[in-house]
């Protein structure tokens, strides 16, 4: 960091001033942004109210707004300004099924749809630094274009594939984007390769006391697939991840089904280690399709790549995180984040929230995925982490969502924003910098 600091002369927050300005005059209506996404919940690939909002919010900064990206009804493209270099905030807005909760710090479940990933505030904060960007670049009359990427369908690994495979971000610069999650932080990590797999059986129906012998389960198939997949286990490498559901299980036991499905997540750190697991269990399946007289198909829903990560853009980013202050917290959201920590049973030691955390020497393995992870193999990417939930609130629950329902999730929101808003500020004054990132990748 010393010799990147000394390569410098934009080193200082407050020679940002229209990035400040901006922020000032318009946090309150990303606020009412977030808020608005948050209590309009859509799964994903339904993000028409999301998709829009956060499109309309932009529009009225001045971007112009370009729809259905490769294929998507609810994905955008909002642009501005013209030339090199080409800055893109990944921004997303689906939410999970089943985690519908009120911004409460017990557990008050709505039934819908829910934000427990954060994506109400990740989408928001993109949006926020593209325009607080353009504020500066204007007021320099800086040359360069950015980009904001309205994505769909994070939550099933779909949108930024689709995406990437059409080729949306092949002239970018660079992209840039966060997560919220419990610590700021640059996310140095490798989020791992996944493959996502549907597998469905298909039997014979009989009679299961009277004529047994006419039936072919395809029950008995899916569950002797599991068992294999279970053995697999121990002759995998020790970072690969195989988690399996059953998607149909309906009928009375004195049938002998004559169909049967589960789904697959197969993970590793290393795409390579993902496809040798990914085939082994397509094997299990196979073999228990033969042992039961039944058919077996395969279907591929989603694969993505490992995260690959870039130093260049690390060390620039972490540089910019250093100097925007870690929100501060009232008494009031102390007490908030106490009582979700208890209700919940979060793991902490009563410390809440923390600053900024060192940038680690070397990447870190994730056990999750992201769909970001293709576009990395695209173009030089960057991602944050912003907390916006207290330590130890888990991902893809009831107390995440509650959290990114008020003051404690945007505060994280705003300050991811403002961080990549002076990263990217830093990178455009600086295009060795995005060079040294291409030379990187």
């Known amino acids: 960091m010393t010799e990147y600091k000394a390569n410098c002369s934009y080193i200082e927050l407050s020679e940002a001033e229209a990035l400040e300005t901006w922020f000032s005059e318009n946090e309150e209506e990303m606020i009412h942004t977030a808020d608005d996404i948050f209590h309009h919940p859509e799964l994903s690939r339904e993000e028409v109210y999301s998709s829009k909002c956060l499109a309309d919010f932009l529009e009225k900064q001045g971007f112009e707004i370009k729809w259905n990206i490769a294929g998507f009804q609810t994905a955008f493209i909002a642009q501005w300004g013209s030339g090199k270099p080409i800055v893109g905030f990944l921004a997303e807005y689906d939410a999970l099924p089943g985690l519908g909760?009120?911004?409460?710090?017990?557990?008050?479940?709505?039934?819908?749809?829910?934000?427990?990933?954060?994506?109400?505030?990740?989408?928001?904060?993109?949006?926020?630094?593209?325009?607080?960007?353009?504020?500066?670049?204007?007021?320099?009359?800086?040359?360069?274009?950015?980009?904001?990427?309205?994505?769909?369908?994070?939550?099933?690994?779909?949108?930024?594939?689709?995406?990437n495979a059409a080729g949306v971000f092949d002239d970018l610069?660079?992209?840039?984007?966060?997560?919220?999650?419990?610590?700021?932080?640059?996310?140095?990590?490798?989020?791992?390769?996944?493959?996502?797999?549907?597998?469905?059986?298909?039997?014979?129906?009989?009679?299961?006391?009277?004529?047994?012998?006419?039936?072919?389960?395809?029950?008995?198939?899916?569950?002797?697939?599991?068992?294999?997949?279970?053995?697999?286990?121990?002759?995998?490498?020790?970072?690969?991840?195989?988690?399996?559901?059953?998607?149909?299980?309906?009928?009375?036991?004195?049938?002998?089904?004559?169909?049967?499905?589960?789904?697959?997540?197969?993970?590793?750190?290393?795409?390579?280690?993902?496809?040798d697991a990914s085939k082994r269990v397509d094997d299990c399946a196979k073999g228990a399709a033969m042992m039961t007289g039944t058919r077996v198909e395969i279907e591929l829903v989603t694969s993505n790549k490992e995260m690959k990560v870039n130093r260049t853009l690390a060390e620039v980013f972490y540089y910019a995180m250093e100097q925007v202050p870690v929100p501060e917290y009232t008494k009031e959201e102390?007490?908030?984040?106490?009582?979700?920590?208890?209700?919940?049973?979060?793991?902490?030691?009563?410390?809440?929230?923390?600053?900024?955390?060192?940038?680690?020497?070397?990447?870190?393995?994730?056990?999750?995925?992201?769909?970001?992870?293709?576009?990395?193999?695209?173009?030089?990417?960057?991602?944050?982490?912003?907390?916006?939930?207290?330590?130890?609130?888990?991902?893809?629950h009831w107390s995440t969502t509650a959290q990114a329902g008020m003051s404690i999730g945007q505060k994280g929101m705003l300050y991811a924003a403002q961080c990549m808003a002076l990263g990217s500020w830093m990178l455009v004054q600086d295009p060795a910098k995005i060079e040294e990132a291409w030379k990187e990748l």
């Open 101 to 163: 909760q009120e911004p409460d710090c017990e557990y008050k479940p709505t039934h819908t749809p829910g934000h427990g990933c954060g994506h109400n505030l990740l989408g928001t904060a993109c949006a926020g630094a593209a325009c607080a960007l353009k504020a500066q670049m204007e007021k320099e009359n800086a040359a360069g274009t950015i980009r904001v990427y309205g994505c769909p369908a994070e939550e099933i690994v779909i949108g930024k594939i689709k995406m």
């Open 173 to 275: 610069s660079v992209a840039v984007t966060w997560h919220p999650f419990d610590r700021n932080r640059v996310s140095y990590d490798i989020w791992q390769a996944q493959d996502v797999k549907n597998y469905k059986f298909y039997g014979t129906a009989a009679h299961a006391s009277k004529h047994p012998e006419l039936g072919r389960s395809a029950l008995d198939a899916a569950e002797l697939m599991n068992v294999g997949v279970n053995y697999l286990r121990e002759h995998v490498a020790d970072d690969v991840r195989m988690h399996y559901t059953y998607t149909n299980t309906d009928g009375p036991a004195n049938i002998v089904p004559d169909y049967a499905s589960t789904n697959y997540f197969i993970r590793s750190a290393k795409r390579s280690r993902t496809e």
């Open 334 to 396: 102390l007490a908030f984040a106490e009582k979700i920590t208890a209700a919940a049973g979060l793991e902490n030691d009563g410390t809440y929230f923390t600053g900024l955390e060192p940038l680690e020497d070397e990447p870190v393995i994730l056990s999750i995925g992201t769909d970001v992870s293709d576009v990395s193999h695209t173009v030089p990417t960057v991602m944050l982490s912003a907390a916006a939930m207290c330590k130890g609130t888990p991902l893809h």
